[in-house]
């Protein structure tokens, strides 16, 4: 490596000063590297987030379906559908009724069963071995004095917080209020 040789430079004040340019562009690069490394951490922390936010609004999805395939299967079965309020997949049954697999079908208060048992199935990811929604419960109220039915599906999932760090309240549910 070659040493520089110093440069001579006059002042004003007719005074030799020398000025040695050793090393400043090593400095130029350490620099640009430090900035360089808070933005790619930067970038990595957009990154991480946006991958959380798009598992929510998956586990969301799955929620809404789960929902409305509930909702479907008590317009099918209108006639009975008082039969399905106060209904919890908490600890609910997975075992198939036994007209599930025959060629005749249910009766409609054997297909309220049948309906709740693979709706829980599903929550549960019993049988098909993939989880639409993880510790996934389900619930369904019935309010008759207004007739609405409320068909409600939580999960668990790594809580995001909003603005100054607080608690986004009701992120983990999705619930559909209809009437018949």
Excluded: H
């Amino acid at each position: 490596m070659r040493k520089q040789k110093p440069q001579v430079m006059k002042n004003p004040g007719n005074q030799l000063r020398t000025r040695c340019q050793n090393g400043f562009t090593l400095i130029e690069i350490l620099v640009t590297l430090f900035i360089l490394a808070i933005g790619l951490l930067g970038l990595a922390g957009l990154l991480f987030e946006g991958m959380r936010n798009n598992q929510g609004a998956y586990l969301r999805t799955q929620a809404s379906i789960l929902a409305y395939d509930m909702a479907d299967r008590m317009r099918a079965n209108s006639n009975m559908a008082a039969s399905y309020g106060g209904f919890t997949t908490d600890g609910a049954s997975t075992a198939l009724p036994g007209c599930a697999s025959l060629a005749t079908g249910c009766t409609p208060s054997d297909q309220v069963t049948l309906d709740l048992v693979g709706w829980t199935r599903q929550i549960q990811s019993v049988g098909s071995g993939i989880t639409m929604v993880p510790g996934g419960v389900g619930s369904i109220q019935f309010d008759a004095a207004s007739n609405v039915y409320t068909v409600t599906v939580q999960w668990q999932e790594a809580s995001r917080g909003g603005d100054a760090s607080e608690q986004i309240a009701g992120d983990s549910a999705y619930s559909v209020r209809f009437t018949l």
